[in-house]
């Protein structure tokens, strides 16, 4: 190969002189005859001097050529070996695979019946440019989001500039236009090689379904529900195609099924869709009834989730604090100008759809300082127990009673450990609501105004104050982004709202702003129609933090997770500043469960008509190896999308099953347990 380089050998020894020949020919016949006048062996410096010298560069380009030379073969053999070669080695190792769920169903008979919407869920979906400024130059309906990511490396500052939406409107800002991409590749693979909804597409395509059979109901994810609407005009979109897909499938109404932030999304649109112009559809109060058989909701987050307070506080989440903590200079100082963090604060704090997962019911669904739904969980491995105590043995080998850690989850943000672990009674709380902001040298600083957010008119005066008052639960957190946050909660308040309603008859609930909290809102009067709760169990989630106050600089975020606290022992609920619950790895099953569990359960006043409601759990397996990739039981919030179990459930119902003809409810976790624990009005 070029790359690879041979070195001149070296030239051999002159031949030996003639003028003493014969005395040496006499005294060292037989031996090789020397260069030098002397008889003596050379030396091992003058051997090494002779031998060829390997360089620095000789090395690298060895190197590189053995990688290329590698690479080059792997691609011949894979090329070479019929296409069926990776599913026998595969197989060989683990055995042989189960056929995916479209296949076994086929072979039982099952066809296509009922037309069924996608709903995808934040940040899944492709987003594509339409109109730019200078520096997006070439990009015209290229990816921004989704795909390849390759501009952000490219142009990474442009990127987070197109990507930002108007801090005051929510909306565009001048000169740009950033549209979803449509169809069903808006969302089946998030970038190549990691699905999203791929393989539930194909499995549907196993028994019939095709292009007009199936709907992507993409949207900007990043707007709030209603200015989808009033931008692009989605979800009038979304009701003439599921209008369309029922008169051409022969009167069969449609299977929708959301994911993730999709299930808020969509709980809007069906409020929407029966509320008269111009704030709603105008479809009537009939019109799900008769439109939609079921809602199947995978990973919904209906109750919120305190991944989006870590979000909208400090730009984190359990992930990102780990990273912090290895790599701090990376994300946390000026390192090669990146300035991570503040970017992504600045831009994500533009997206008004972040703050529609902000936790919902307050105190009363998400607890208080001395009380959660979850308390008792433990996050150990499974012992014997006496009594709700654990049995291990100490060093003499004898029993001993070990009580479960005690944890206080209702304490959503917490500064300091010893705050979260502290009894109520000694904790004390001074008031920040009424503090006074401002005296930041932020103000003063050009290179802060470039990333500027909002904690730069907070002042150390804000900052104090947020941390004296040192505890928050769901109802105070929403206080404190009002406080460190004014401008983005304000939009946010417009648009989202994150209570209990009293009366649901006040008419003050047929305002959009409530459409997306179940807790504010009626289901359609669609008696016949079917909701499913569809999540992963078994998976630490995060459901509370400990925070500290970041060293004071002056352009830094000024909070962050407090990485070094860690619990007592070490299958413990605290990780890395992070309190663990049950869950998808990303909504609690307290958030994803309880309306299905209990809310909507039977006719309540959040649900009058009395649709029937089913929970159906999926117990997280990860792959047992790498061959498997994301797995093929696994719980987890996106990789669930590829779970065999629930695309059978999916498809059964497509197919005209109903839920109790799949088996009804199916629970692993407390979730009734801890649904009986929230007194809330039904």
């Known amino acids: 190969m070029s790359l690879l380089r041979r070195r001149k050998q070296p030239q051999p020894p002159p031949p030996p002189s003639d003028g003493d020949g014969s005395d040496h020919d006499d005294s060292d016949k037989g031996k090789k005859p020397s260069s030098s006048s002397s008889s003596a062996p050379p030396s091992k410096e003058a051997t090494r001097r002779t031998k060829a010298k390997w360089s620095c560069v000789d090395s690298c380009c060895w190197l590189v050529g053995c990688v290329c030379s590698a690479w080059w073969l792997l691609l011949f053999l894979y090329n070479a070996m019929p296409a069926s070669f990776p599913q026998y080695v595969t197989e060989a190792i683990t055995g042989p695979l189960p056929d995916p769920p479209g296949v076994k169903l086929q072979k039982e008979g099952l066809r296509v019946k009922h037309p069924v919407v996608f709903v995808p869920g934040i940040v899944t979906g492709g987003l594509e440019l339409w109109e730019g400024h200078q520096c997006a130059e070439g990009l015209f309906r290229k990816r921004l989001w989704g795909g390849t990511f390759g501009d952000v490396y490219k142009r990474p500052l442009c990127w987070v500039e197109h990507m930002s939406l108007d801090n005051e409107t929510g909306l565009d800002k001048p000169g740009i236009r950033v549209r979803p991409v449509t169809g069903l590749v808006a969302a089946d693979y998030f970038v190549p090689g990691y699905f999203v909804w791929a393989v539930l597409i194909a499995n549907l395509a196993r028994i019939g379904y095709e292009e007009k059979t199936m709907y992507m109901a993409a949207y900007d994810w990043r707007l709030s529900f209603q200015n989808t609407e009033v931008r692009d005009q989605t979800l009038s979109r979304i009701k003439s195609n599921i209008e369309l897909m029922v008169a051409t499938n022969g009167g069969n109404r449609v299977v929708v099924i959301p994911h993730s932030m999709g299930v808020l999304y969509f709980l809007h649109f069906m409020k929407w869709v029966e509320a008269p112009p111009p704030m709603g559809g105008g479809g009537g109060p009939n019109w799900c009834e008769k439109h939609i058989k079921a809602v199947m909701n995978i990973g919904g987050p209906f109750l919120g989730v305190p991944k989006a307070v870590a979000g909208l506080f400090s730009s984190e989440a359990k992930d990102v604090a780990v990273a912090r903590a290895i790599a701090p200079d990376v994300l946390d100082s000026d390192f090669l100008g990146l300035q991570t963090l503040r970017h992504l604060m600045r831009m994500t704090r533009t997206w008004d759809s972040t703050m529609s997962m902000?936790?919902?019911?307050?105190?009363?669904?998400?607890?208080?300082?001395?009380?959660?739904?979850?308390?008792?969980?433990?996050?150990?491995?499974?012992?014997?127990?006496?009594?709700?105590?654990?049995?291990?043995?100490?060093?003499?080998?004898?029993?001993?009673?070990?009580?479960?850690?005690?944890?206080?989850?209702?304490?959503?943000?917490?500064?300091?450990?010893?705050?979260?672990?502290?009894?109520?009674?000694?904790?004390?709380?001074?008031?920040?609501?009424?503090?006074?902001?401002?005296?930041?040298?932020?103000?003063?600083?050009?290179?802060?105004?470039?990333?500027?957010?909002?904690?730069?008119?907070?002042?150390?005066?804000?900052?104090?104050?947020?941390?004296?008052?040192?505890?928050?639960?769901?109802?105070s957190v929403i206080d404190l982004l009002h406080f460190v946050a004014p401008r983005m909660m304000q939009r946010g308040n417009v648009h989202f709202s994150y209570g209990i309603a009293d009366n649901l008859d006040d008419p003050k609930y047929q305002h959009y702003k409530y459409w997306s909290n179940p807790l504010e809102t009626k289901l359609p009067n669609a008696p016949d129609m079917e909701i499913f709760s569809m999540y992963g169990v078994g998976i630490p989630t995060e459901r509370a933090y400990v925070y500290k106050v970041a060293p004071q600089a002056e352009c830094n975020i000024p909070f962050r997770i407090d990485s070094s606290a860690e619990g007592g022992e070490e299958n413990s609920c605290l990780k890395g500043g992070v309190y663990l619950a049950d869950g998808d790895e990303t909504v609690p099953v307290l958030s994803a469960g309880y309306m299905c569990a209990k809310g909507w359960r039977g006719k309540t006043r959040f649900n009058p008509a009395g649709s029937k409601t089913y929970v159906r759990e999926y117990s997280h397996s990860p792959p047992s190896t790498l061959l498997e990739g994301r797995g093929t039981q696994s719980g987890a919030h996106v990789d669930i999308m590829g779970n065999f179990a629930l695309i059978e459930d999916i498809i059964r119902i497509a197919a005209g099953a109903t839920g109790e003809e799949i088996g009804g409810d199916q629970v692993y976790s407390d979730i009734f347990k801890w649904s009986e624990k929230i007194k809330l009005k039904l």
């Open 358 to 475: 902000i936790p919902k019911g307050g105190d009363t669904i998400w607890g208080n300082l001395d009380w959660s739904p979850e308390d008792g969980l433990e996050c150990k491995a499974k012992k014997h127990k006496t009594n709700d105590t654990e049995v291990s043995k100490d060093s003499n080998g004898e029993n001993v009673e070990v009580q479960p850690e005690p944890i206080n989850y209702g304490r959503l943000v917490s500064f300091g450990k010893d705050v979260a672990e502290a009894p109520s009674s000694e904790i004390e709380q001074i008031e920040f609501r009424d503090a006074v902001k401002g005296n930041s040298i932020a103000h003063s600083n050009t290179s802060c105004r470039e990333i500027w957010t909002e904690y730069h008119e907070l002042g150390w005066g804000g900052i104090k104050a947020v941390e004296d008052y040192k505890v928050y639960t769901a109802s």
